[in-house]
């Protein structure tokens, strides 16, 4: 199993849904680096379930320290980090054991480990797994922060519903990010915020789910950061991205949008503002050739609708090997774009940080660039 990632900032993860706790280890974090508890914590707010519009399973969510961590400092050495799973009601997996649920990890678990999987709640690829990802991203994105560097994502799409997009000027982008991460249901256009809820508790009272889009918008990032050929940006970002649960597209700039456009409309002509290399438009996201160009860094993941749905769906019996019906029981979300929006932050800064290090060396984090 894969559960390491990265080069110079590695991230293990560890945990199941209703394991005592999930976790995550840091290595790499330069020493000296002071840690905002506060902020660390308000981010991981941000994740947890809330209202008619998220499970009924509600955590704390507290971070525990166990080592990386003194008198408020990173020390260097491995930071562990965990959060305690209390709310955990196996009980409600026990009927469901041979019957995996359609479009979530049940079976293909099954398959891989051979039955050994901890199928309550999801086990290993329970949302709940992404509670770490976000402490650990708080910390990457306040490093980022001390920089300039700022990362902020809003619903561009929730169901039928769609919210304005990113302003194309940078001063109002980096106004808009400062706004959205105050926000706790992160949308431009105040309006389509109740229209969002709405549908989510529509489609919660049928017994459906919905899915959306994600638009995440990267300000003050350095030109030539990015490791081709297999390090780009968008491959580490992506990579990111894709391991977050439920997550199924991603698209940097205009990304399949460039398919019905030509040269001379996708292109962003060159200019130089006080000194600066910028770009008229930015089509591309501020990446070309997988490396930063100064510019912002644009990019949209799509989130599938939950699995979990309490309709009665077509299954099969995997002890009996016929073919069944499936009740879901458990407490699911009816959606999962709203809380996996700080999963998005959480991952791209944890990637960037990654890139960044590998470009300016660890003092880089503490120090600034040379
Ligand atoms: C924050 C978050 C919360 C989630 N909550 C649920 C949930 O309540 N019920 C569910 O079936 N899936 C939930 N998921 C999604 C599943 O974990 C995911 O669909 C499943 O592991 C299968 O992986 P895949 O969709 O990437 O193929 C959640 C995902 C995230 C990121």
Redesign the pocket.
């Given at each position: 199993m894969k559960s390491i990632f990265g080069d110079q900032i590695q991230i293990c993860l560890f945990g199941e849904s209703h394991s005592p706790a999930v976790g995550a280890v840091l290595n790499g974090l330069a020493p000296g680096i002071r840690l905002d508890l506060e902020f660390i914590q308000s981010q991981m707010d941000k994740?947890r379930?809330k209202g008619r519009i998220?499970?009924a399973?509600r955590e704390a969510d507290e971070v525990r320290f166990l080592s990386g961590f003194f008198n408020g400092y990173t020390t260097g050495t491995p930071l562990c980090l965990l959060i305690e799973n209390q709310q955990t009601r196996s009980g409600d997996y026990e009927a469901a054991k041979w019957l995996p649920?359609p479009?979530?990890?049940d079976y293909?678990a099954f398959e891989k480990y051979g039955g050994f999987q901890d199928y309550r709640g999801?086990g290993h690829?329970?949302?709940?797994?992404?509670a770490p990802l976000v402490a650990a991203g708080g910390i990457a994105l306040q490093i980022l922060k001390s920089h300039g560097i700022r990362v902020g994502t809003h619903i561009l799409r929730l169901g039928d519903w769609k919210d304005t997009a990113f302003s194309s000027q940078e001063t109002e982008l980096e106004q808009q990010i400062d706004r959205l991460n105050g926000d706790g249901f992160p949308t431009l256009d105040a309006d389509v915020e109740g229209s969002m809820i709405r549908a989510v508790e529509e489609a919660a009272s049928e017994g459906d789910?919905l899915g959306g889009v994600l638009e995440t918008a990267v300000v003050s990032l350095p030109a030539g950061v990015g490791e081709p050929f297999f390090c780009s940006v968008e491959s580490k970002l992506s990579q990111l991205l894709?391991s977050?649960?439920?997550?199924?597209g991603v698209e940097f700039g205009l990304g399949f949008g460039f398919a019905g456009l030509r040269g001379s409309q996708a292109n962003d002509p060159f200019r130089l503002e006080k000194d600066r290399v910028t770009t008229q438009t930015n089509h591309n996201g501020g990446l070309n050739g997988g490396i930063t160009n100064g510019m912002p860094v644009l990019f949209r993941t799509a989130?599938?609708p939950?699995?979990?749905?309490y309709q009665p769906q077509d299954t099969v019996d995997l002890e009996k090997r016929e073919n069944a019906r499936l009740q879901?029981q458990?407490?699911?979300?009816?959606a999962?774009i709203h809380?996996?929006r700080v999963?998005v932050d959480s991952m791209a800064a944890l990637g960037l940080l990654d890139l960044l290090t590998e470009r300016f060396g660890p003092r880089w984090m503490t120090e600034g660039t040379p």
């Open positions: 994740r379930a998220s499970t399973r649920r479009s979530h990890a293909t999801g690829f329970s949302g709940r797994l992404t789910s894709f977050i649960p439920a997550v199924k989130v599938k939950t699995p979990s749905i879901i458990g407490r699911h979300d009816p999962i809380r996996a999963v």
